[in-house]
Each structure stands twice: as C-alpha cells, then as structure tokens.
C-alpha cells in the first residue's frame, strides 16, 4: 500500500517559539536533506574530471607545501610534522568550506525560498553534511601518511566521532550566522574570507603552539577554534584525551555558536523570501 | 459594494463546509532601502548616524477572504494588484507582516512547476529531489515514481540528464510530480498551459478530477471567461485590497464595468 501522507496545517500566527519550530520542519524534510547532500558529491563526481580525487589531494598538495617550509623549522618540537600539520588542515578545511559554502548556496542557491516553502537552515544542515563527507574521505590520505612515516595509530581515535561532533555543531552555528548576515549584505562573504584568512595564522595549525611565549599561550583560548582543535589533533597525533578544560571549552565554543547561529537564523528567516 | 462578511454563499461549496484558506487581516509590505546599500560597512556608517531610510510598498493591505473546502476561488485585477504575493502568503513562501494566514490541509503551489530542477542530474533524480521539496519522503516518491514517469511521457528519458529534455519536457515532469497525489489545496497561476495540446488537456483534466473529488482550487487568472467558468466566487484585488468579493459572475461583471 501507498504510505499515509502526513496531514498539514498552516497556521502564519501560530507563535511556537520558531527555533524550535524550524527543528520540527527539518526533520519533517529530512529526505530532502540526504538528497541534497548526495546531489551535490554527485555533481562534483559529474563536472571534473578529477571529482573527488581533488578532496583527497587538496590537503595533501598544502600540506607538502608547509613540511616543506616548516618542517625542519620545527622538527625539535614536532615529530612527523606532515601528520601534525595535515591533521590541522582536515579540521580547518573542513570548517571554512562548510561555512563558506552554507553562505554561497544561501546567497545564490536560495532563490528557491522565493519560489517554494522549504526549512531555511536546509542549505546550511546540507552544507554540513556535505563537509562530514569530505572529511571522513580526508582521513584516508592521512592515514595512509601515518603508515607511511611509522606515526602510531593510537588507540586514541575513538574520540574522534566527538570531536567531529564538537566542529560540525560549531561549523553549523556558525554557517548560520554568517549566512544570515550575507543574505543583507553581499560583501559579508568577502570580509568573511579575509577574516578567516587571518584567523587561520592565528590557529596553531601549522605551527606549535609552544612558539608563543609562555605567558601568552592563554591568549590562544580567545580564539573559539582553539580548543576544538586540539580535541580533534591530540588524540590523532599525541594519542592522548584532550583534558578536562580543553574538553569543556570545545564544548562550550560549539554550543554557544549553535545556540546563537540557530537563534539569529531562524529570528531572520522569515524575511529571506523579501531579500533574496 | 460587498465585503468578505457579507459576501454571498459560495455557488458549490456548502455554507457548513469546513474554511481551508483563511485571510485574516493580511498585510504583505516589501521594504527596499532608498538608497540601495549592499555592503555591511556602509549599513552600520549610516546605521549609526540613523541614515538608513526605506521605501515602503504595501503589496497586501488587511486582506479578509475565506475559502471553503471544495471551493474554486479566482483572483482577478490588474498587473501589480497584488495577487502573485497572495498566492505566496497561501503558499507559504511569504509571511505576512501582519495578520493572519491559515491553510488546512496539503498545498500543491502550481506557481512554480519543477522547483530546485537541477539540469546536471537525470530525470530520475529531479524526481525524487523535486518530490522532496514539495515535501514527499523518499519512500512515499518511491511508490509513485512510475506513475509520474509515465504521466509526464518521458519514460524513454528517465536516466538522461535534465539538460537534454526539452522544455516540454521539463515542465511535464514538474506538473507530474506536484499533482500526482491530489492536494487538499490547489494554487494555480494563471490559466495552466503545460506543455503541447495533448498534454494540455490530460493537465486539465486531473485538475478538474481534484476539483470533483473536493480539493480546493485557488487560482489567479487574466482569463475573465475561464474564472466564470470555473470558479465559484472570485475576489477582485487592486492596489493590494479587496475591492470586491462575491460570486464570481458579479465581480467580474463589476471588474469590467469598473476598468472599463
């Protein structure tokens, strides 16, 4: 038999507090999530040659580029630095592409909220998901270079679906915010890129964080992506828990930005359809 | 002139009917900066300095209008009346600023046929995709796939890329996706034409099936004869109000004596 379709009433006044409400509408289009998701690795797959060979490679050409830069600079401090350095640049690919997409598909895909109802924070959910994928195919280079220079694979990675959970949520946040600001204002996306640009060298990706003098290494807490970098990095590449702090603070970053993204989005979203 | 209140009972439609669209109040105003300010730097300069001045433009203005169950509603007026941006409201792409909009039941929005198509993919895919977006699971698409396939006649195309239909085609399928379960709710845009002849008349009559077996059609036309026949009562929108609402015959009667 065909399935019931689920019976739907609009009301435009009835005032459930919307973020929750949005919670509601996109699960109620969960299908239409996956499906988003797997469009656009499909497409990908369509359109160059290379696909999703590119994934793969992008991190690994950087990381080249910086161990050869800087390896020896620190090698007193960081054994088998590509590890180090390449670990740093999944977390922060994974981040910047997921915002930056989540704002792109919004400003130029969102048309489509002009035309027909669907849960806005789709584009930014979708852009998250799109961005585990890359991330979890990420892992295979990393692994094999871990193989290759005699890295141990800690027992360690169990953490790692909670660390990939900690950065998605404060990606998600994130996307969110910055998206609703770029649907008002169109340099958003620029001064965005700038700005993580900057905030890139300010992130101990490729560089340890002991370079910093010892009385300032707590200035590094500012910086929201800290902590939830070193959640990701140290059970990969030291093998060990991050502690308590470190772990209450990541949590605190993703939280805040999920909270505060969620709210402002959904608070806007209603005048999209009027902006886009 | 007659207002929602005291408007005459509808032609079909029972009195005791249950209301599926209901307007209460409806404002609808479009808010364009005077001074186009794209950058968010430039915002915040005359933010501060309480320079940021808007044109405003009323497009709804306190709409009243009820739509019993198995109705057909037209909307008639000039361009610019306001009538595309009702259909939105009942859509749901747009809120209202203020008032009150309800729709009881699913809305099948014949404004946009193939809404989120992307031409890369193949036929199958913008199926289930479009299917998605009007609010289908994968599952509920996946029962009612061959159906669409084979009301839209482009079985032999089904695996072929978007971009190589022709448009026919393209709106074909769209049509075939939004009507294959029938709506409770009915928006239409204008008298449909989809796709040749033939097509056009397997088109209209599903909708006329929709309309026999109690959906709800709401409908905006420039076709004064195809409102008359089709729909019951009508409203006449100008400058984003009604100007008059009653059995359709009348209003139109008026709306031509009145725009002369």
Redesign the interface.
């Known amino acids: 038999m065909t399935t019931e379709l689920p019976l739907v009433e609009y009301d435009s006044a009835a005032r459930r507090s919307s973020p929750l409400a949005e919670l509601v509408e996109l699960f109620r289009y969960r299908d239409l999530v996956q499906m988003m998701v797997t469009n656009i690795i499909k497409t990908r797959y369509k359109r160059s040659a290379l696909g999703v060979v590119w994934t793969l490679l992008n991190p690994l050409l950087n990381m080249a580029v910086l161990t050869v830069a800087f390896s020896s600079l620190f090698s007193s401090t960081l054994v088998h630095y590509p590890v180090y350095v390449l670990t740093g640049l999944i977390f922060w690919n994974f981040f910047t592409q997921t915002t930056m997409y989540a704002m792109n598909t919004l400003v130029w895909g969102g048309g489509l909220l002009k035309r027909v109802y669907i849960p806005r924070t789709i584009f930014a959910v979708s852009s998250v998901g799109n961005g585990l994928v890359n991330l979890g195919l990420s892992m295979i280079p990393l692994i094999l270079i871990m193989l290759v220079l005699g890295h141990p694979l800690h027992g360690t990675w169990w953490m790692m679906p909670v660390a990939v959970l900690l950065l998605a949520t404060f990606a998600l946040g994130v996307s969110l915010f910055m998206s609703t600001l770029a649907v008002f204002f169109t340099d958003v996306v620029d001064i965005y890129q700038v700005f993580t640009q900057a905030l890139f060298f300010l992130t101990p990706i490729m560089y340890p964080k002991n370079i910093l003098p010892a009385n300032l290494v707590w200035l590094l807490n500012l910086n929201p992506l800290y902590n939830l970098l070193e959640v990701f990095r140290e059970p990969i590449y030291l093998g060990a828990i991050p502690g308590n702090h470190t772990l209450a603070a990541a949590v605190f970053s993703a939280m805040a930005a999920l909270v505060i993204g969620w709210w402002a989005f959904t608070r806007k979203a209603d005048e999209f359809a009027y902006r886009l | 002139m007659l207002t929602a209140s005291e408007a005459a009972p509808a032609l079909t439609a029972s009195a005791s009917a249950q209301p599926v669209i209901q307007l209460e109040d409806v404002s609808v105003r ?2 364009v900066p005077r001074q186009r ?5 430039e ?1 915040m300069i005359r933010w501060l300095r309480r320079e940021v001045e808007y044109n405003e433009f009323w497009a709804l203005k306190g709409i009243n209008l009820e739509v019993r169950q198995g109705e057909a509603f037209g909307v008639i007026g000039p361009n610019g009346a306001g009538k595309s941006t009702l259909l ?2 009942v ?6 600023i203020s ?9 099948a ?1 014949l ?2 046929l193939g ?2 198509f ?1 031409f ?2 193949t036929g199958r ?1 913008n199926v ?2 479009n299917g ?9 698409i996946s ?2 796939f061959e159906r669409i396939v084979d009301f839209a006649g482009v079985r032999e195309f089904v695996d072929a890329p978007l971009r190589t239909y022709s448009s026919g085609m393209v709106v074909r399928l769209g049509f075939s996706v939004a009507t294959d ?1 029938r709506p409770e709710v009915l928006i239409v845009d204008e008298v449909l034409q989809v796709g040749d002849a033939e097509f056009g008349r397997k088109s209209a009559a599903r909708i006329e099936a929709f309309r026999t077996a109690g959906t709800t059609i709401l409908m905006v036309s420039h076709n004064l004869t195809a409102v008359t026949k089709m729909c019951a009562r009508a409203a006449w929108i100008e400058h984003g109000a009604v100007r008059e609402i009653g059995p359709a015959g009348d209003v139109v009667r008026q709306y031509q004596a009145g725009a002369g």
């Open positions: 479009y808010r300010i794209p950058s968010f730097k915002y939105k409201v859509a749901r792409v747009l809120r209202p008032g009150r909009v309800r729709v009881r039941g699913r809305v929005p404004l946009e809404a989120g992307d890369e993919l895919e289930y995709l998605a977006i009007l609010g289908y699971s994968r599952q509920a029962e009612r379960v």
